[in-house]
């Protein structure tokens, strides 16, 4: 069965410093999502994307936040300057058709800032 | 009030057993509703998509009422693999995929 891949799987980063995050959506599907969930809370919307641009974004994904799709596999989200509250793990997903269609989700990059 | 809420539990449920649970939204224009289950600190899995008629999934039953606004999860003849966090989320009309999750709900099922 395809799935979203996401690498690293944990990542550790100092305060105030640059993280890019990495995501393989499944390769027949057209839009792409972001999401995060801070330990012990529950999962939280960050940016859907579709056709190279941004369609939604939450009050979570401020300036600090941006995504881009680099090529036709790859999904990232970079944090310019991290703070320790970005600490949470972040899940990719995807889904094939339209916004209102099931998404399928990666294992999950968990983000540590020190 | 929350956008999705949910009762936390835990369920604890015997194996074999029958177990019920709903979830409430707040925004009357939802239009897509799902169940995903969750294990300890995974990635959130698609267990089904809910329709305004219901729909079955094998041991999983799911029932939509939108006039009053909640979705339910009906889990029969439990397994112990059952054991895990059930999120729901709501898409709202309009909303590009900006789904929105339950806190959960845990289910431990026992031997």
């Known amino acids: 069965e395809p799935e979203v891949t996401q690498t690293p799987s944990h990542q550790v980063t100092q305060m105030g410093q640059e993280v890019i995050l990495r995501c393989v959506p499944i390769s027949n599907h057209l839009y792409f999502y972001w999401y995060r969930q801070i330990l012990g809370q529950k999962v939280e919307f960050l940016v859907s994307f579709y056709n190279n641009e941004i369609s939604e974004k939450s009050e979570i994904f401020d300036d600090q936040f941006s995504v881009e799709r680099p090529d036709g596999s790859n999904f990232t989200l970079k944090i310019r300057s991290t703070k320790l509250e970005d600490s949470a793990m972040y899940f990719c997903?995807?889904?094939?058709?339209?916004?209102?269609?099931?998404?399928?989700f990666g294992d999950g990059t968990r983000l540590s800032i020190l | 009030r929350k956008e999705v809420e949910q009762d936390p539990g835990p369920f604890n449920v015997p194996e074999g057993a029958t177990v019920a649970f709903n979830c409430t939204y707040s925004n009357s224009a939802s239009q897509s509703f799902f169940w995903y289950r969750q294990d300890c600190r995974k990635e959130p899995k698609l267990l089904m998509s809910v329709y305004s008629s219901g729909n079955e999934d094998g041991r999983f039953t799911a029932q939509l009422n939108r006039a009053s606004q909640y979705i339910s999860l009906l889990i029969r003849d439990s397994k112990l693999s059952d054991s895990a966090t059930y999120l729901c989320v709501v898409n709202a009309f309009n909303s590009w995929g900006k789904f929105q999750f339950g806190a959960g709900t845990q289910v431990v099922v026992t031997p």
């Open positions: 997903a995807s889904s094939e058709q339209g916004p209102n269609q099931p998404q399928h």
